[in-house]
T-cell receptor, first 117, second 114 residues
Framework: DAGVIQSPRHEVTEMGQEVTLRCKPI?????LFWYRQTMMRGLELLIYFNNNVPIDDSGMPEDRFSAKMPNASFSTLKIQPSEPRDSAVYFC???????????????FGNGTRLTVT | AQSVTQLGSHVSVSEGALVLLRCNYS??????LFWYVQYPNQGLQLLLK??????LVKGINGFEAEFKKSETSFHLTKPSAHMSDAAEYFC????????????FGRGTSLIVHP
């Protein structure tokens, strides 16, 4: 099991540019989550999907952020246009549905560290 | 609404000393509780989880946590700290049964001195 795979590990971009973060969940997992981690706000849930369908995007900070999951093995988080305050570590996590309502842990990727200058 | 409070953003111990990381939860129904660990430049990993089967839960790397309903607490302990335990630790709570999505605490950074 390769775990949750995120790319790139680091991204440095200039303000106003489009940024796309990618995630491959663990095979067989049907829940996928996007989190943002900052010193100021801690770990924030941005959006989560179940069976490729967005269920709750109330954590997405504004319209500049969008997320898609075109199939069970791939998801993207896009920021357009990016701003310096978007600088953070973005984590993708996945989980298996049959455990979800009991004791399911989340399986996290190693994150993408985004720096917007 | 459910929430967790982790007391102390930083905890510093000497190698070999007892580790105690505090977590208090708020939940309207019996909760599911988790501790995760985050090593530098990595994602969070599950340390242990409580699901009502037993109040004392043993996890990986010698860590354990005790669920105390009367105190609404789920503190994490380890008898003897190792240098390799230095990391960020997160407590999380979920209600389960349809309200699965966990709520994470702000995290506690464990510093281990030689």
């Amino acid at each position: 099991d390769a775990g949750v795979i995120q790319s790139p590990r680091h991204e440095v971009t200039e303000m106003g540019q489009e940024v796309t973060l990618r995630c491959k969940p663990i095979s067989g997992h049907d829940y996928l989550f996007w989190y943002r981690q900052t010193m100021m706000r801690g770990l924030e849930l941005l959006i989560y999907f179940n069976n490729n369908v967005p269920i709750d995007d109330s954590g997405m900070p504004e319209d500049r952020f969008s997320a898609k999951m075109p199939n069970a093995s791939f998801s993207t988080l896009k920021i357009q246009p990016s701003e310096p305050r978007d600088s953070a570590v973005y984590f993708c996590a996945s989980s298996h549905g049959s455990e979800v309502f009991y004791n399911s842990p989340l399986h996290f990727g190693n994150g993408t560290r985004l720096t917007v200058t | 609404a459910q929430s967790v409070t982790q007391l102390g953003s930083h905890v510093s111990v000497s190698e070999g000393a007892l580790v105690l990381l505090r977590c208090n939860y708020s939940s309207s129904v019996p909760p599911y509780l988790f501790w995760y660990v985050q090593y530098p430049n990595q994602g969070l990993q599950l340390l242990l989880k409580y699901t009502s089967a037993a109040t004392l839960v043993k996890g990986i790397n010698g860590f354990e946590a005790e669920f105390k309903k009367s105190e609404t607490s789920f503190h994490l302990t380890k008898p003897s700290a190792h240098m390799s335990d230095a990391a960020e630790y997160f407590c999380a709570v979920s209600k389960g049964g349809g309200s699965y999505i966990p709520t994470f605490g702000r995290g506690t950074s464990l510093i281990v001195h030689p």
